[in-house]
């Protein structure tokens, strides 16, 4: 059996700005590569037309939700506009368990949460090549208000101020390079000595 395949999966907590295409990479990442897998959040929200439980998200109603925070079931979790959303830490570690590479779509704040439940977490940035372009693909779109616009701007550059908190940054111009790029770091952070050591151990006393 292939070893990246038997041991312990690695959770991969993905970051960045409005604009970078997160989404876009994530999904590519997931095509490609049968092992990895997403985290889905729960909410307190009610479902919205064509969602449905357990796919877009896990849903809850508000009761459930701060038993399990006052359980610390949540590996993250935020109140946004009255409801409640956060990352359900059970299923995230089945997946693990089973050598599941899980994949999360995060804010800062909630990529910093993790990474203090979880430190071996692996935290990503992605970002395009320039904050010009970000600006550029937010315009483009043509969905946003120029205040909407501008309030997504100045929200990227308070989350860019905590990339030096990140373990890796990832350009996205290119999203099939991107996608790439994130799992070669996968692959190279399965590769650490204190992943692949055991397989020393018929010669080694470790």
Do not use: W
Not at 69 to 79: D, N, P, Q, S, W
Not at 133 to 156: F, H, K, M, P, W
Not at 174 to 179: K, R, S, T
């Amino acid at each position: 059996m292939n070893p990246r395949m038997s041991d312990t999966g690695k959770l991969v907590v993905i970051s960045g700005p409005s604009g970078a295409g997160k989404s876009t990479v994530i999904s590519r990442v997931m095509n490609s590569d049968p092992n990895v897998t997403f985290s889905i959040s729960a909410t307190t929200r009610s479902p919205r037309q064509g969602e449905t439980d357990g796919v877009e998200y896990i849903f809850m109603d508000k009761l459930r939700f701060e038993k399990m925070i006052a359980g610390g079931e949540f590996l993250e979790y935020a109140k946004y506009v009255n409801n409640y959303y956060g990352t359900p830490a059970a299923p995230v570690r089945e997946s693990i368990a089973a050598g599941k590479d899980v994949v999360f779509d995060i804010e800062v704040q909630g990529a910093m949460q993790i990474k203090n439940r979880c430190p071996n977490a692996i935290l990503v940035f992605i970002v395009p090549s320039s904050f010009a372009e970000l600006e550029r693909r937010l315009r483009a779109r043509g969905t946003d208000s120029e205040e909407v616009i501008n309030q997504r701007i100045q929200t990227a550059r308070t989350e860019y101020l905590m990339v030096p908190n990140y373990d890796y940054i990832v350009i996205n111009d290119d999203p099939d390079q991107a996608a790439y790029e994130i799992k070669s770091i996968i692959t190279a952070e399965k590769c650490r000595f204190s992943d692949r050591k055991k397989y020393l151990t018929e010669v080694c006393q470790l």
